[in-house]
């Protein structure tokens, strides 16, 4: 019968066993939500109609430690001032960007997209060519004529230092939940 009996030193054992495996799914759990589920609270209206003050969306972190921000991304920065902020990237290292009449140049192209996002009534700073250094980005809020962003010297533009992470889910109202689309809306 000492096949059917388990000894105290087993039992504790196993004990110990399912306590580490707990901990280690526990830390694995913070850390992927870290990296892909930080929540990011939109304030204000500078990215409508796309996010509306009160959305929440889920940020991912490791878009931009293992990749490079790409033009349409809606990106979270980080400002000394005011936290965190939602804006679209427009403009890429050591590109030349300029607003003429309410359309958007890059290295003297204009800008191909959406019209939503590519038209502009204020130009700003970027009445004049902006050259961006090899670790800047021009970002604009969706919402252009309500948006404090890169054509104004109270932002700039921004750091790669100061992107923290990739807008990509729209969590919150869960009526428009989805994936964060590269030219605005949920897919």
């Given at each position: 019968m000492e096949f059917y009996q388990v000894s105290d030193q087993s039992r504790l054992s196993l004990t110990v066993s399912w306590i580490v495996d707990l901990v280690v799914m526990i830390a694995l759990a913070v850390y992927v939500v870290y990296l892909f589920g930080s929540r990011v609270e939109v304030v204000g209206g500078s990215m409508k109609p796309?996010?509306?003050?009160?959305?929440?969306?889920?940020?991912?972190?490791?878009?931009?430690?293992?990749?490079?921000?790409?033009?349409?991304?809606?990106?979270?920065?980080?400002?000394?001032?005011?936290?965190?902020?939602?804006?679209?990237?427009?403009?890429?290292?050591?590109?030349?960007?300029?607003?003429?009449?309410?359309?958007?140049?890059?290295?003297?192209?204009?800008?191909?997209?959406d019209e939503a996002i590519t038209t502009v009534t204020i130009a700003g700073l970027a009445e004049y060519p902006i050259e961006l250094g090899e670790d800047e980005y021009f970002l604009l809020g969706d919402n252009r004529d309500s948006s404090e962003d890169s054509r104004f010297a109270s932002i700039g533009n921004i750091k790669r230092s100061q992107l923290v992470g990739k807008a990509w889910l729209l969590f919150k109202p869960f009526s428009s939940f989805g994936r964060l689309s590269m030219t605005g809306g949920t897919s």
């Open positions: 796309v996010l509306n003050s009160g959305d929440v969306v889920l940020m991912n972190r490791l878009a931009y430690t293992l990749g490079s921000p790409e033009r349409f991304d809606i990106a979270v920065f980080e400002r000394e001032s005011s936290g965190l902020n939602l804006k679209r990237i427009i403009g890429l290292p050591g590109e030349t960007v300029q607003i003429i009449g309410s359309q958007i140049y890059i290295n003297g192209e204009l800008l191909e997209a």
